[in-house]
């Protein structure tokens, strides 16, 4: 491949991560709006069409490896896993 190609390709890929932003930030928007509503009627799951919709509290246990690590530095290292895995980037 040549540098023109993979100039173009890069630019492709600029181009369409800009298309993907802009239609994330749409969607967002888009749930914000029904989250709104659901707020405003005091319900956390509402069935409109076929279509169930949730906006929920969720309560979940993460394991805190911060602290772990900051109380039992020997134990965290003992279980520490390494990994090596290659980045692609475009700056």
């Given at each position: 491949m040549s540098t023109t190609e993979i100039t173009s390709k890069?630019?492709?890929?600029?181009?369409?991560?800009t298309m993907i932003d802009e239609l994330t930030a749409e969607m967002e928007a888009v749930k914000?709006?029904?989250k709104a509503e659901m707020t405003a009627r005091g319900v956390d799951e509402m069935i409109v069409s076929c279509f169930k919709?949730?906006?929920?509290?969720?309560?979940s246990s993460?394991?805190?490896?911060?602290?772990f690590k900051k109380t039992h530095s020997e134990l965290y290292e003992?279980?520490?896993k390494k990994t090596t895995s290659k980045r692609f980037s475009i700056a």
């Open positions: 890069i630019e492709d890929i600029k181009t369409l991560q914000d709006e029904i919709v949730r906006y929920k509290n969720v309560t993460r394991f805190d490896s911060t602290a003992q279980y520490c």
